[in-house]
């Protein structure tokens, strides 16, 4: 009989059909949003640029990328019902894990009760064939802005910004379409995850496929990114004609939002600011994105032996992003306010966010390299895992279980790596 500390080896030196560039793309997601929440827009401009807004859309559509990659052996065995209903149960999850944590105090916005309801969504349409995911993800690029706008404006009093547990419309209004992440807009993002899947997924993922797919994600950017530096003049034009003074025009359009277009008509569809959920935003953003998966996929598609130890301790930790997202939740407001007693916080401030975020990666570093040694899976990626077995009895493959940061078995011979991944 093998013994188990054997078969423990072997699974270590072997990925199966893991897709291990997911795993890359979802470490640099949750660095990237653990960066904007330590900096909190002080910081270098090029900084900001690259860690406001794109690490979350990126977590985002990964989100709709793992969707597909974890329930492909189910869709595969025509089990589609299973494999919208395990989805759906993992939305359940974290979207209760959200809604918890989202009642502490902190500076950091949870994002959690978002991206669980829109994953529920997403759940729910993964039976849809690609050609509608593909049109009804166009049709939200421009709707959503507009539906956004639409609920807060039939909004009275002013619409709350963060999920609200008065009555059921309630919830629905401020989780779907006023909270500070709208639901809907995530919902967009994880739809064209979904097609990036389905792409990466038609066969085993190879360069030249992801490479395409990279392509793709670099013309959808191209046009974001085009179309808000086309409208910047008209966009301060009319936030000047709505009462804005000059200086606090051009602030709007190159700061961060939240949830929300600047102004309706064609602003909301051609101005691009950051986390405003504009359709030139998300085009900008999610085309980034995807260029990011692409090209780490394209790059690691080959890989079938170990990686070295310390992009393995990487990758592992990639696995396990809910984990790394709930701690850092807490860590940081932590390190922040316990550096600024210490230190004198004007003089130490940058020192103090620089330490800060080196900490976290010092520590993600570690816990990967923990998850590496002992061949585990990250505790809340483990406890989601459990919660879908419990609802969707597994019949002979155990990735009827997908990971939240989405597992990457697909089929039998990943099997193994099932059990412990």
Request: some cysteine.
């Amino acid at each position: 009989m093998t013994s188990v500390a054997s078969r423990g080896s072997r699974i270590r030196h072997s990925y199966g059909n893991r897709i291990i560039g997911l795993d890359f793309a979802r470490l640099l997601a949750i660095l990237g949003m653990i960066a904007a929440h330590v900096f909190l827009g002080k910081a270098p401009e090029v900084v900001l640029i690259a860690v406001t807004g794109f690490p979350a859309a990126l977590f985002a559509v990964l989100g709709g990328v793992s969707a597909v990659v974890s329930t492909r052996t189910m869709v595969g065995q025509g089990r589609i019902v299973a494999g919208c209903a395990s989805v759906v149960i993992r939305g359940l999850v974290i979207l209760s894990i959200g809604l918890v944590l989202g009642l502490l105090p902190n500076f950091i916005v949870m994002v959690l009760a978002y991206y669980g309801a829109a994953l529920v969504v997403t759940g729910l349409l993964l039976w849809v064939p690609t050609w509608a995911v593909t049109v009804l993800a166009t049709g939200l690029v421009i709707a959503s802005p507009y539906l956004i706008l639409l609920v807060r404006g039939a909004t009275t009093p002013d619409p709350i910004a963060v999920p609200s547990l008065d009555s059921p419309i309630s919830f629905l209004q401020t989780i779907g379409f006023t909270g500070f992440y709208p639901a809907i807009t995530w919902l967009t993002y994880m739809l064209i995850g979904v097609c990036v899947g389905r792409c990466l997924t038609a066969e085993h993922p190879s360069t030249p496929r992801a490479l395409r797919v990279a392509v793709v994600g670099a013309g959808l950017a191209a046009v974001g990114i085009a179309s808000d530096l086309m409208s910047r003049a008209m966009t301060i034009a009319q936030l000047r004609h709505d009462g804005h003074s000059l200086s606090e025009a051009h602030k709007l359009v190159t700061s961060e939002g939240f949830g929300t277009p600047l102004s309706d008509g064609w602003i909301a569809l051609l101005n691009g600011a950051t986390h405003t959920g504009s359709s030139a935003d998300i085009l900008r953003t999610a085309g980034i994105a995807v260029v990011i998966i692409g090209l780490l996929v394209a790059a690691t598609a080959q890989v079938k032996t170990p990686l070295p130890q310390p992009l393995e301790a990487f990758r592992r930790a990639g696995a396990a992003p809910l984990t790394i997202y709930v701690l850092q939740f807490g860590s940081v407001p932590i390190l922040l306010i316990g550096a600024s007693f210490l230190l004198p916080e004007n003089e130490w401030l940058p020192i103090i966010k620089i330490g800060t975020l080196l900490a976290h990666i010092v520590l993600i570093i570690a816990f990967g390299w923990i998850l590496s040694r002992s061949n585990r899976r990250g505790p809340l990626e483990a406890l989601v895992s459990a919660t879908v077995k419990t609802v969707v009895r597994p019949r002979r493959i155990l990735s009827t279980a997908p990971d939240v940061g989405g597992s990457d078995e697909g089929d039998s011979a990943s099997a193994n790596e099932a059990r412990t991944l």
